[in-house]
T-cell receptor, first 114, second 113 residues
Framework: AQSVAQPEDQVNVAEGNPLTVKCTYS??????LFWYVQYPNRGLQFLLK??????LVKGSYGFEAEFNKSQTSFHLKKPSALVSDSALYFC????????????FGTGTRLQVFP | SAVISQKPSRDICQRGTSLTIQCQVD?????MFWYRQQPGQSLTLIAT?????????ESGFVIDKFPISRPNLTFSTLTVSNMSPEDSSIYLC??????????FGPGTRLTVL
């Protein structure tokens, strides 16, 4: 079965420090991978995606993600965290058997402390 | 990206009643999607709505419980029927926009008492 795992329920980081939110996937074929962010009482906002090409993908708000095929990972990173980055982050993969469908991980709550 | 609005933003409903959620997009799209996010959990696709045809439901979701309308290329509704407390969730609509990316509405937070 196709799946996405986010092994950390919560990540805590001090403002100004680098942050990493982990994501691993299990999918047939070449993966289409996505990161979304959900702020309190808001919908999901698209951050970035990997379809093909350069393994390092840059997205909104200074975030980037690195696709690693051998480790089946797509970790989200930011060099310097902001308090305003505190939110719920979801990794997702497109279902290769139903390309309209996104399969989401369980989410990781990022808390950035001043 | 896409500008997507949903109504209502939140509601508190009594058991056994039904609620219809509206989703409006700023431009025409072929497919619209409805997701459910149960408390503290991830998002699950309920159904895909194409204009002019019946919605396609995912395993575990049925039309009688979640009827969907798609009257035109910018609008869709999801009805949560005969509600129970287990239906308390955030319901989100999304659209696919060029290419390969889904954009989500702000969600409807439903509480069933």
């Amino acid at each position: 079965a196709q799946s996405v795992a986010q092994p950390e329920d919560q990540v805590n980081v001090a403002e100004g420090n680098p942050l990493t939110v982990k994501c691993t996937y299990s999918v047939s074929g070449n993966p289409y991978l996505f990161w979304y962010v959900q702020y309190p009482n808001r919908g999901l906002q698209f951050l970035l995606k990997y379809i093909t090409g350069d393994n390092l993908v840059k997205g909104s708000y200074g975030f980037e993600a690195e696709f690693n095929k051998s480790q089946t990972s797509f970790h989200l990173k930011k060099p310097s965290a902001l308090v305003s980055d505190s939110a719920l982050y979801f990794c997702a993969v497109r279902d290769p058997y139903n390309t309209d469908k996104l399969i989401f991980g369980t989410g990781t709550r990022l808390q950035v402390f001043p | 990206s896409a500008v997507i609005s949903q109504k209502p933003s939140r509601d508190i409903c009594q058991r056994g009643t039904s609620l219809t959620i509206q989703c409006q997009v700023d431009s025409q799209v072929t497919m619209m999607f409805w997701y459910r996010q149960q408390p503290g959990q991830s998002l699950t696709l309920i159904a895909t709505a194409n204009q002019g045809s019946e919605a396609t439901y995912e395993s575990g979701f049925v039309i009688d419980k979640f009827p969907i309308s798609r009257p035109n290329l910018t609008f869709s509704t999801l009805t949560v029927s005969n509600m129970s407390p287990e239906d308390s969730s955030i319901y989100l609509c999304s659209v696919a926009r060029g290419p390969d990316t889904q954009y989500f509405g702000p969600g409807t937070r439903l509480t069933v008492l």
